[in-house]
C-alpha cells in the first residue's frame, strides 16, 4: 500500500520560499502520477500542480504559474513543489496525492482521479 508523507511546510513571509516534500513509500513511485493540491481555511481544496510519471510533462494553475515549480526524483521516490514568491493567498494545508491514470494530469489537476492522499503540511505566509 502506497503511502505519502508531506513535509517543508512552516511560516514564511510574503515574498518568500518554501520547498514542499512528498515522500512516498510501499510502491512503485514511477507507477504513480502526482499532484499537489492546497485547502484555504474556508475554502474548498484545489488543484496547485501536477507531474507524470516520468516528470516529462507538468501541469501548473494559472495563480502559481510562474511561481510555483514541480519536479520529481523517482530514485527517491519523491516529488517536490519548490514555491517562490509566497503571497498571503498561498496560506493553506498543502497535500499531495497520487493516481495510477494519465487522466490525473492531463491539461489540468483531475482532483477526482486522485485516490490517495498525504495526511498534509501547513503552509503559513505571513508578515
Known amino acids: 500500500q502506497l503511502q505519502l508523507v508531506e513535509s517543508g511546510g512552516g511560516l514564511v513571509q510574503p515574498g518568500g520560499s518554501l520547498r514542499l516534500s512528498c515522500a512516498a513509500s510501499?510502491?512503485?513511485?514511477?507507477?504513480?502520477?502526482t499532484a499537489w493540491f492546497r485547502q484555504a481555511p474556508g475554502k474548498e481544496r484545489e488543484g496547485v500542480s501536477c507531474?507524470?510519471?516520468?516528470?516529462?510533462?507538468?501541469y501548473y494553475a494559472d495563480f502559481v504559474k510562474g511561481r510555483f515549480t514541480i519536479s520529481r526524483d523517482n530514485a527517491k521516490s519523491t516529488v517536490y513543489l519548490q514555491m517562490n514568491n509566497l503571497g498571503d493567498e498561498d496560506t493553506g494545508i498543502y497535500y499531495c496525492?497520487?493516481?495510477?491514470?494519465?487522466?490525473?494530469?492531463?491539461?489540468?489537476?483531475?482532483?477526482?482521479?486522485?485516490?490517495?492522499w498525504g495526511q498534509g503540511t501547513q503552509v503559513t505566509v505571513s508578515s
Open positions: 510501499g510502491g512503485t513511485w514511477s507507477d504513480y502520477v
Open positions: 496525492a497520487t493516481t495510477e491514470s494519465a487522466n490525473g494530469c492531463a491539461g489540468s489537476v483531475s482532483q477526482s482521479e486522485y485516490i490517495r
Open positions: 507531474i507524470s510519471r516520468t516528470g516529462a510533462r507538468t
